[in-house]
């Protein structure tokens, strides 16, 4: 099983839709997570970290299940400038500083 | 301020050839990335460094990679020899010290093409 596991999509929805991806992580003892969006032909940049009672920030809202071992990203009302890649990253516990990035979520908006 | 700087952005080179990537993390940061991404396999790390020391190197693909980061301010990913399958988008990433670890910034990459 990968570290960290996503479904590549793409999701495919118009403008003002509500939208979510899941991401499962394998390593039970991981401490942090966060979602990166990465636009076409660009470098991956920091969306929010995500936090164990979930956290919001506008339309976007982070929330993680360790029972489950997933996190999950919700996008509300999406505009045609949400079109990118989500990747999903999780850091290992016990000292470990290895962020691991899953391989990306794709969502198109479309008029 | 400036944001993690790489050079060169694109770079297209013929098998066998020496590929010298740089980088120059923020400053003040202490803890420095190496990533290649790919279609098929996405962001792989290649190595950290922490203050300028070398942490992991797992993520080296072979003997032909090597990176260097002499002082806090520099960096260097070294291919040699290339190959065709090296072909990729390779980041250089930095992260502050005291932080969560998982909020790097990321410079714009260096697009390798090997012939």
């Known amino acids: 099983r990968k570290e960290v596991e996503q479904d590549p999509g793409p999701f495919n929805v118009p403008e003002g839709a509500t939208v979510a991806f899941n991401c499962t992580y394998s390593n039970s003892a991981s401490q942090s997570f966060f979602w990166y969006r990465q636009d076409c032909r660009k470098e991956p940049k920091l969306l929010m970290s995500v936090y164990s009672s979930g956290n919001e920030d506008g339309r976007f809202t982070a929330q993680l299940n360790r029972a489950s071992q997933y996190i999950s990203l919700l996008i509300r009302d999406s505009k045609l400038s949400d079109s990118a890649t989500y990747l999903c990253v999780v850091n290992p516990a016990g000292g470990s500083y290895i962020p691991t990035f899953g391989r990306g979520t794709s969502l198109i908006v479309h008029p | 301020d400036a944001g993690v700087i790489q050079s060169p952005r694109h770079e297209v080179t013929e098998m066998g050839q020496e590929v010298t990537l740089r980088c120059k993390p923020i400053s003040g940061h202490d803890y420095l990335f190496w990533y290649r991404q790919t279609m098929m396999r996405g962001l792989e790390l290649l190595i950290y460094?922490?203050?300028?020391?070398?942490?992991?190197d797992s993520g080296m693909p072979e003997d032909r990679f090597s990176a260097k980061m002499p002082n806090a301010s520099f960096s260097t990913l070294k291919i040699q020899p290339s190959e065709p399958r090296d072909s990729a988008v390779y980041f250089c990433?930095?992260?502050?010290?005291?932080?969560?670890?998982?909020?790097?910034?990321f410079g714009e990459g260096s697009r390798l093409t090997v012939l």
């Open positions: 460094f922490n203050n300028n020391v070398p942490i992991d």
């Open positions: 990433a930095s992260s502050p010290p005291g932080g969560d670890g998982g909020e790097l910034f």
